[in-house]
């Protein structure tokens, strides 16, 4: 059988994600089998606890919390549900104020002190960096 019909025959596999084929021709006929890949067992991924968000305060302008990682920052705990917190919130020290998505691991970012919300400064969906302003608010 010719070289340039055994390509062929591993493109249409490929292409048509066959796993075997075999054809006859005349006297000759081969057969071609695809491996399984071999998968890797993995591991879960785990929530690892985010660094400490940096605090910097400005005296007269409040507090800013800002990002412990780069990732996808969200207001909400999912679509279509109010934000954590809004503009004239007053927060505890604790309190989630918006959640960071890094490696599809959702990570909530807190409240390092209590106050009131004085300025959002990130939109829903926004791309962060680490160190990012992302809350103003006055203690």
């Keep these: 059988m010719d070289i340039r019909k055994i390509k062929k025959l591993i493109d249409l596999m490929i292409e048509s994600d066959l796993q075997a084929i075999e054809v006859k021709e005349g006297d000759q006929s081969i057969a071609l089998t695809r491996r399984n890949p071999v998968v890797a067992a993995g591991v879960a991924p785990v929530a690892l606890p985010?660094?400490?968000?940096?605090?910097?305060?400005?005296?007269?302008?409040?507090?800013?919390?800002?990002?412990?990682?780069?990732?996808?920052?969200?207001?909400?705990?999912?679509?279509?549900?109010?934000?954590?917190?809004?503009?004239?919130?007053?927060?505890?020290?604790?309190?989630?104020?918006?959640?960071?998505?890094?490696m599809k691991i959702m990570?909530?970012?807190?409240?390092?002190?209590s106050g009131v919300v004085e300025e959002i400064l990130v939109k829903n969906g926004d791309v962060i960096q680490f160190g990012q302003p992302l809350f103003r608010y006055r203690a």
């Design 107 to 113: 990570n909530p970012i807190e409240a390092t002190q």
């Design 50 to 102: 985010a660094a400490e968000a940096p605090v910097v305060k400005a005296a007269s302008r409040g507090a800013v919390e800002t990002s412990p990682m780069v990732g996808v920052f969200y207001s909400a705990p999912s679509p279509g549900e109010a934000p954590f917190v809004n503009v004239g919130q007053t927060v505890s020290a604790g309190e989630t104020l918006g959640i960071i998505e890094a």
